[in-house]
């Protein structure tokens, strides 16, 4: 087995990662379907193993999810290295992928990358998913970056604390009096699990954690309603859908305002936040890892050894999924 991986195959399996098929492939490196299809397989020859799995669209193998990785980190050194050289064009962006989960998406996030110097140039391809999901972009080279709820480094990569984000279980003073026995002596633990509950995705957990945590055992809600954006999410639980886990900065005004209660105001549930990220030597990720960094210490108490704050629950394993809170919601946590 030759031990070189030959870069102009290497970029084309990316081209074909990223396009979806050799077709797409071979429009955007403006060469034949041939000649794609035949340094893929030159590729996989060179590496004694199957890169890609030919489906609708095309996913990397396991080995095939290291050479994309590969690739990615070498586009990412070539373009750093050519604005070092000044051999960029005029006003060519830098482009990072960064994977966030919704409800950071929806409330810190993209105030962090408010503090990036606009004259670096950066663009960003913001994908959403779990936090418990995103370490899995990483993994797979689809991502540079990624709000996670692991603090185990992904092969590569590095990873530091943000903090925790904390949720608190709300909901209407009507919803509450009607389902969950608000101004009564009935413990909430022997009623909620029949009350409507409004879950992100059905990944989305952490309503069922906070349950858990009151002593419900594993029993599932009977009346689930799915809502799997963060910003339709505090709709549903404001307009009395069902009872629901918000974030604090969501939650807060509705609860100074009136609109929603605290159901249980002794507990809460804390998710904790790591940034992970590719061990590179790229001036540009290391700008928006900072920014990240700083954000976060504001914005959830972030950094080593950032703690709960107050009683609750054990704290939720991560956030909620998808395209995004946390986390995992599309990005919710997911404890």
Request: hydrophobic share 40%; glycine share 10%; proline share 7%.
């Amino acid at each position: 087995m030759m031990s070189e991986l030959p870069l102009d195959q290497v970029r084309t399996l990316l081209a074909v990662v990223d396009e979806g098929t050799f077709d797409a492939a071979a429009s955007a490196l403006r060469v034949t379907p041939s000649a794609v299809s035949q340094r893929v397989k030159a590729l996989e020859r060179r590496t004694g193993r199957v890169l890609l799995m030919r489906t609708k669209p095309v996913r990397p193998t396991e080995s095939g999810e290291v050479v994309v990785r590969f690739a990615r980190q070498l586009a990412r050194l070539e373009q750093d290295a050519q604005s070092a050289l000044g051999m960029s064009g005029p006003g060519e962006p830098t482009q990072l992928s960064i994977a966030v989960n919704s409800d950071s998406l929806a409330t810190w996030f993209l105030p962090a990358l408010g503090r990036v110097p606009e004259e670096l140039g950066i663009c960003y391809e913001l994908r959403r998913e779990d936090q418990d999901h995103t370490a899995a972009l990483l993994r797979e080279g689809l991502v540079m970056a990624a709000v996670t709820s692991s603090p185990e480094a992904v092969s590569g990569c590095s990873v530091r604390s943000l903090g925790r984000m904390r949720y608190l279980p709300v909901a209407t003073a009507a919803f509450a009096e009607r389902w969950l026995g608000r101004g009564t002596a009935t413990p909430l633990r022997e009623l909620i699990v029949d009350a409507p509950v409004v879950d992100f995705d059905r990944r989305d957990d952490i309503q069922a954690s906070f349950t858990r945590a009151l002593g419900c055992g594993r029993r599932a809600a009977r009346r689930r309603h799915f809502v799997p954006t963060s910003e339709g999410f505090v709709d549903a639980v404001a307009a009395g859908m069902g009872w629901g886990m918000l974030p604090d900065v969501h939650a807060r005004p509705l609860l100074d305002s009136g609109r929603l209660v605290v159901l249980a105001p002794d507990r809460h549930v804390d998710v904790p936040l790591y940034w992970q990220q590719w061990k590179l030597d790229s001036p540009a990720l290391a700008t928006v890892a900072g920014a990240v960094a700083a954000e976060a210490a504001e914005a959830l108490g972030g950094g080593a050894g950032a703690g709960r704050i107050g009683g609750g629950p054990p704290e939720a394993r991560a956030g909620r999924t998808g395209s995004g809170r946390p986390g995992t919601r599309a990005g919710r946590a997911t404890p």
